[in-house]
């Protein structure tokens, strides 16, 4: 099976529409960032981002294809020419490396969050992989507001012991933590990008309103809700947050892709996840 049609079929397993609207190949976040299309795929890596370390084990996995979730090449759009115009020496070597193995990669961003099937519809695959990798699925609230990407109703239990779960089933080295971590949470909410101003506002809104206990951010700035949860839990507020950082909670999601893919695809090939590794070192 060509790379191409393997490409396809994976976006045709998709829901193909994204907060509202119909994915447009134009625009969408989902291409080819480097590589050629037109030949046999030998083998497909998943993973959140396609670093040197995964190209090269994605070489040794004889596979020729890395879905990955995230850019390339350090920029949105994987623009080169500016990269091209300074010749940038890591991205020469980057580019080198792809070269000498034959590597296509594959940006899958904007299909998989629209929805892979489930149940009599669709749920963002991203999330729901969380969930699943992290054992939440019989937790898991399919939650539509993209001011909570996914919440859980849980058994009463504390930010720690979820942390230590999360260090364990994400592969991780360490975790940012602010709050109390010993409090008790019965309700967890996986959030977005945490900024400043609107969305924000709204966020520690719903917080509020809804009694979430933990929060784990993709992002996350050091005021506006990090000030909050920081604030409530000092009051005496069952408030914490953990933040693994925006490539280590997605994660999890293009691992369990590695499960579904047979369904996806009409031939069989051999799919294996790679994890990029913690982004983070702790000293």
């Not at 009599?120 to 992290?134: M, N, S």
Request: net charge negative; glycine share 8%; aromatic share 10%.
């Amino acid at each position: 099976m060509l790379i191409s049609e393997v490409i396809e079929q994976v976006k045709h397993y998709c829901k193909g529409s994204w907060m509202g609207k119909v994915i447009d190949e134009e625009h969408t976040r989902d291409k080819v960032l480097y590589g050629e299309v037109n030949k046999e795929c030998t083998g497909i890596v998943t993973t959140i981002y396609a670093s040197p370390d995964v190209i090269r084990k994605a070489h040794e996995l004889g596979a020729n294809l890395i879905i990955a979730h995230e850019a390339l090449l350090w920029n949105h759009g994987d623009h080169r020419d500016w990269l091209e115009e300074t010749q940038n020496r890591t991205y020469l070597a980057k580019k080198k490396l792809m070269d000498d193995y034959g590597i296509t990669v594959w940006r899958f961003h904007d299909y998989i969050h629209s929805g892979i099937p489930y149940k009599d519809g669709y749920i963002d695959g991203i999330f729901y992989g969380l969930a699943k990798e992290t054992g939440w699925d019989d937790a898991f609230i399919n939650n539509e507001d993209i001011s909570g990407a996914v919440c859980l109703n849980c058994e009463p239990t504390t930010p720690r012991k979820i942390g230590e779960l999360i260090k364990e089933k994400w592969n991780l080295s360490g975790l940012k933590c602010i709050g109390n971590m010993d409090c008790e949470v019965t309700k967890v909410m996986v959030c977005g990008h945490v900024s400043e101003g609107g969305p924000s506002n709204e966020l520690i809104k719903k917080v509020d309103k809804e009694d979430i206990n933990l929060l784990i951010p993709l992002e996350l700035i050091d005021f506006t809700l990090t000030e909050y949860v920081k604030d409530s839990a000092q009051l005496g507020f069952n408030r914490a947050i953990i933040a693994p950082g925006h490539f280590n909670v997605e994660e999890p999601g293009m691992k369990y892709m590695e499960k579904w893919m047979d369904k996806a695809l009409k031939e069989p090939v051999k799919v294996t996840y790679v994890q990029a590794g913690d982004m983070y070192t702790f000293l």
